[in-house]
């Protein structure tokens, strides 16, 4: 395993992923968080561990190019620069989203992948991160 040191999140992460998830994961239950700007969502489920992963919106693709500035640009999985021309960025949620909805809009749960290893990880939890920073297999 390639060790991957976690990135610092940008001051901006707040304000434009993990304060509007947190909001849309409130509504998804049938919560009334103050809403700031537009419309509530539809679905609505029992218990936040039932929202079903496609439910959740797409936040997190709002910090790829802040996510492609703090891993130089560099896959996760394959070590590789994902370049505009040879393959496209995306977010890899090492705590799946079918799994651990408390993580979907954090930082820490996200690494830099070429959408092609990215769609292929599926739904895997065998990479942790460990105190050290560095990411590892159990």
């Not at 049938?30 to 029992?46: I, L, N």
């Not at 895997?124 to 590892?136: H, I, M, P, W, Y």
């Amino acid at each position: 395993m390639i060790p991957v040191k976690q990135a610092i999140g940008p001051k901006s992460f707040a304000l434009k992923v993990r304060n509007p998830g947190k909001t849309a994961i409130a509504e998804l239950v049938g919560e009334k968080p103050k809403r700031t700007a537009g419309k509530a969502f539809s679905k609505k489920a029992e218990r936040r561990d039932e929202i079903p992963p496609s439910a959740f919106p797409t936040y997190w693709t709002d910090c790829i190019e802040d996510l492609m500035t703090a891993y130089n640009q560099t896959c996760a999985y394959s070590c590789f620069r994902i370049h505009p021309i040879t393959g496209a960025a995306s977010v890899d949620h090492m705590a799946p989203k079918s799994r651990r909805w408390d993580k979907i809009y954090e930082w820490d749960n996200y690494r830099l992948a070429c959408s092609r290893m990215n769609a292929r990880k599926n739904n895997f939890e065998d990479l942790v991160l460990t105190e050290s920073g560095r990411e590892e297999q159990e």
